[in-house]
T-cell receptor, first 113, second 114 residues
Framework: DAKTTQPTSMDCAEGRAANLPCNHSTISGNEYVYWYRQIHSQGPQYIIHGLKNNETNEMASLIITEDRKSSTLILPHATLRDTAVYYCIVRLAGGTSYGKLTFGQGTILTVHP | KAGVTQTPRYLIKTRGQQVTLSCSPISGHRSVSWYQQTPGQGLQFLFEYFSETQRNKGNFPGRFSGRQFSNSRSEMNVSTLELGDSALYLC?????????????FGSGTQLSVL
């Protein structure tokens, strides 16, 4: 799986959009970009994933650059409950292992009142 | 629909003992994966089971083992516990019907080795 690079920490004001960047310059054509988050001492929570196109769901939007070397997770209206560690993961589509994710150190997002 | 259930939530053991952790996946999910999380190493993949067979294994010693039952429930076992095995152990399940299937995680078992 390709390596990802994320900022160690970010701050955001409550109610504002939080934009979390991720660099995955060695991503290959059949690798997806996944985002998970983890609130202290809980299991990681799935947020969103995409291959080439931008994606949006009820939690967030994922913007993937045209060359796929980087992406941005957008939380449109951050709340205090969005304070968590956010992991950007590149995952091979298919193969023989569906259950393996390679987690990096992630970005600690702190949402301030 | 119930989520991934892990038991027990907390566990305290002493060095040299062994421990068994349990994971019940979401109903219908056939793949179960296990992860270890420590402050120093972060989240690391242990192994994955599908249809009672181990499909993939991370870089952990043989003291770490697992199994999956016919109802997809899974257990992991750690023998001869060491202080460094203190960690949050997480289980994840997925449907395994498409290549971009997402994983759902349980809340984990917090193991403390004294």
């Amino acid at each position: 799986d390709a390596k990802t690079t994320q900022p160690t920490s970010m701050d955001c004001a409550e109610g504002r959009a939080a934009n979390l960047p991720c660099n995955h310059s060695t991503i290959s054509g059949n690798e997806y970009v996944y985002w998970y988050r983890q609130i202290h001492s809980q299991g990681p929570q799935y947020i969103i994933h995409g291959l080439k196109n931008n994606e949006t769901n009820e939690m967030a939007s994922l913007i993937i650059t045209e060359d796929r070397k980087s992406s941005t997770l957008i939380l449109p209206h951050a709340t205090l409950r969005d304070t968590a560690v956010y992991y950007c993961i590149v995952r091979l589509a298919g193969g023989t292992s569906y259950g393996k994710l390679t987690f990096g150190q992630g970005t600690i997002l702190t949402v301030h009142p | 629909k119930a989520g991934v259930t892990q038991t027990p939530r907390y566990l305290i053991k002493t060095r040299g003992q062994q421990v068994t952790l349990s994971c019940s996946p979401i109903s219908g999910h056939r793949s179960v994966s296990w992860y270890q999380q420590t402050p120093g190493q972060g989240l690391q993949f242990l192994f994955e089971y599908f249809s009672e067979t181990q499909r993939n294994k991370g870089n952990f010693p043989g003291r770490f083992s697992g199994r999956q039952f016919s109802n997809s429930r899974s257990e992991m076992n750690v023998s001869t516990l060491e202080l460094g095995d203190s960690a949050l152990y997480l289980c994840a399940s997925s449907l395994v019907t498409s290549p971009n299937e997402k994983l759902f995680f349980g809340s984990g078992t917090q193991l403390s080795v004294l």
